[in-house]
């Protein structure tokens, strides 16, 4: 038994290594091109409104005036909602064909294979970033960026890339905190690509310039690609989704309305097969993971101009550290915290607690005059992105195995709306209300975020009732035993007397 579980623990290390080594250098290259493409055309459009500033250093100088009746100041505000109207559109380029690729692709792998769909959206990638790099090198319009996005939209980018590595991992590991504890693993190998390609992009653009920054997002794509090739297959046949149909369904081929009404089931109606899979639940959690990831993705959408801008006036090279170090510890605190955390406190309970932590953060950045409120609210958001590798677990623990691919696609699909709508609402936000108060989005992503914390409080509850109820069951299944050890034992004293 033992080296079945060993051989058992090794095969599926031999799989999770290059997944998250795969998967690293895809989130870093990502990253690293977003910085990178955000503060080239930062660079862009101030040349174009202001070519007699085109110097860098004099162009850091006037957009980071503090004088907000200075003309200086009004011109880098000019610069800043243009850059934020280009990034709705990059938002849009990403996020539509996402729409429906995240809805297919997740659900296809619960019958054709993981590995197809992992190397598809590393391929997709790759590509962008190439044709990103040539019209850097060069100096195409910075519109055209957008066709490029719209092909690594069509291939799956980093959501529908994520959600297929969720259902590797649910294929490789059991339901529970071992299950949820190996997505926070995972959580923490991308979140750390996506700190090392924010500093990166920093260090790369201030020693080398923009060009050869997005010529290692390139590197990193192509380096994505080479070792998905070495992830191996993980959904057995046995666990495909035609070997669980029966009857008629069994015939039916696949088709996207079919496909739609598979991941509608779980917030449909209950699963009589799986008491755990209650409609309510699945709805609650998908609502606190849209609110969560709304927030977060909307304030990463933004955060780069609204350090470049007043009163913080961050160069390339202090972002990237900044960033590096904000999301590092979050990173060591889901690598670490988690598992101590674990011992004490369901998954539930951790999501709930590292939501508070998230909220407090976006207030204090959206309040914050002074570099010291982002200092104190590093430290106070470390446990900021616990929450969805947390929910992401719940999910799948209710999930039965050939299902995982459909639940993980319905993530993949709100995934998507909250990546498209998010980058619209921050673009549309800072670059609305930047000259009265630039810390109004990180408020209104901090009420996005209260609103999940609502959502949380009901799966604690859930959890602990659930948690009694199987104390309660052990108990009587315990008394009923000994019981009927006691009956036992009384037929056998009879049968003795009997035989005397």
Known sequence: MTKTNSSEDSGSLRTFVPLCIATFFLFSSYVNGVHTASGYTFET????????QSDVNSTQRSHCDSNTTSQAYQDGELVQKSVARWSVYISLAQGVPLIFTSLLFSSLSDTLGRKPFLYLGAFGMCIKQLLMTLAIFCRWNVYLFAPFTLI??????????LAIAMCVISDLTSAGKSRSFFIAVFSFVYGFGSSLGTFFSGYVVTLFGHDYSMAVSSGLAVSSVVVTFFVPETLASSNKRQNHNTGKDHKKKFTCLGNCQEIMKFYTKDDTNNPD??????ITAISAFIFIKIARLGAFSMEAYYLLGSPYCFSSEKISVFETVKEGFSEMFMLVGIKAMHKCFMDEGIALLSNISSIA????FGIG????YLDIAVVVGS????????IQGIMSRMTPPHKQGAMFGSLAVAENICNLSSGVIGGAIYSETVG???GTAYLVFAGFLFLGLICLIFLVKD???????????????????????????EGEKERERECV
Request: with cysteine; proline share 3%.
């Open 277 to 282: 899979s209650l409609r309510w639940k699945f």
């Open 436 to 438: 009265f108060y630039r």
């Open 463 to 489: 959890s602990k009732k659930n948690y009694n109820r199987r104390e309660y069951t052990v108990i009587i299944q315990e008394t009923e035993s000994e019981t009927e050890r006691h009956g036992e034992s």
């Open 383 to 390: 446990m900021g992105m616990a929450s969805v590798p947390m």
């Open 45 to 52: 459009f101030w040349e174009q409104r202001f070519p007699n």
């Open 361 to 364: 953060q976006f207030i204090l």
């Open 152 to 161: 690594e939209g069509i291939c799956g980018s980093w959501v529908a890339q």
């Open 369 to 372: 005059s002074k570099e010291l």
